[in-house]
């Protein structure tokens, strides 16, 4: 009886694979009937991821009809790629990155385009080819430098200004999009460039690095442009010990517009802020769901930021939703 039990296991188990209900690669639903999804996220090196984050897991939910796998890589790639690798080989139905830097990703997505597993990228995009990838979901970095330089060239251009930036993470599509912007639109001003380091997004690299342009620079420091809230928010306080009074003796511009950052500017510490909408779960789940659909969907889809003052800061921050 075992034996013929065991014979009939192994029909079953081969009726199930043919009808693709076990899960396996090639976007079939889960056996659960969830669609299973794989999501590498950077880290939570930010205000903005854990918004981010929290966008992502409310729009994943079971009750939308999904079963999320969820990794978040400590903001190190090689991690990152790990992850994927390992979604890859539990044969989800597909895979979101919000991928740490733009390079190194061609091999990793060559084997998800084997396994038959779609990829989807939300936040920050790669350099690998788009036939790697089957949509975007993200934002205008380079528009959000260049808002941002806008305002410096603007209130600071026509007169000698010294700036200092912080950089996002080296390598990384917003890092190296929000620089480009930036310096575009403070071309042919008065604003110079003393110096520019990455505190890697985060509060503690932001303030490290800013300690380390007072002693270099002290009050001769004018301007500081930081490519997110977070390492503005550490820059503070730098600041604040070395005697100084940000938003005063040095004016602060920033992108994101977290709760915390727009505290800052309605506390008169930052003086503009860009926004970067983290707010991305509903849309990358519709894209996640069309692909397995078979539907055709846009390569790209950017969503709107807005800019903000130390008014808009005071008005908006009591109902802002991250
Ligand atoms: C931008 C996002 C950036 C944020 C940072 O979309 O990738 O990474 O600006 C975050 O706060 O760490």
Not at 14 to 29: F, K, P, V
Not at 71 to 92: C, H, L, M, P, Y
Not at 100 to 109: A, E, F, S, Y
Request: charged fraction near 20%; glycine fraction near 12%; hydrophobic fraction near 45%.
């Amino acid at each position: 009886m075992k034996k013929i039990l065991g014979g009939l296991a192994v029909v079953g188990a081969l009726a199930l694979s043919l009808t693709g209900c076990t899960g396996t690669t090639g976007g079939d639903a889960a056996d659960d009937g969830l669609i299973t999804v794989g999501f590498a996220q950077t880290g939570s090196e930010s205000g903005w991821r854990s918004a981010n984050t929290e966008s992502m897991k409310a729009a994943f939910s079971e009750e939308n009809g999904f079963k999320l796998v969820f990794n978040a890589a400590d903001n190190k790639q090689e991690a990152q790629i790990a992850a994927v690798r390992s979604f890859i080989n539990q044969g989800v139905d597909a895979i979101v990155i919000a991928p740490i830097t733009v390079d190194g990703w061609d091999d990793v997505l060559t084997e998800a385009k084997d396994a038959g597993i779609p990829v989807i990228l939300e936040d920050r995009t790669v350099s690998a080819s788009e036939d790697l990838y089957a949509s975007w979901v993200g934002l205008d970095f380079q528009k959000e430098g260049h808002t941002a330089g806008e305002w410096a060239a603007e209130n600071f251009g026509s007169e000698p200004t010294n700036l200092v930036v912080l950089e996002g993470t080296t390598g990384s599509s917003a890092a190296l999009d929000r620089a480009t912007g930036f310096a575009d639109a403070i071309k042919g001003t008065s604003i110079n460039v003393l110096d520019s380091q990455t505190g890697d997004f985060t509060r503690d690299g932001g303030k490290k690095v800013m300690e380390g342009f007072l002693q270099k620079y002290g009050s001769d420091i004018q301007l500081l442009f930081a490519h997110n809230d977070d390492m503005g928010l550490g820059a503070l306080d730098a600041i604040k010990a070395a005697g100084l009074v940000p938003g005063q003796d040095i004016k602060i511009v920033t992108i994101d517009a977290v709760h915390d950052g727009m505290q800052a500017l309605a506390d008169g510490e930052f003086n503009y802020i860009v926004e970067c909408n983290p707010i991305l779960g509903e849309k990358v789940a519709a894209v996640v769901k069309a692909v397995l659909a078979g539907e055709t969907v846009d390569k790209a889809t950017i969503v709107p930021d807005g800019a903000f003052t130390q008014e808009d800061a005071v008005e908006l921050l009591p109902t802002r939703p991250y």
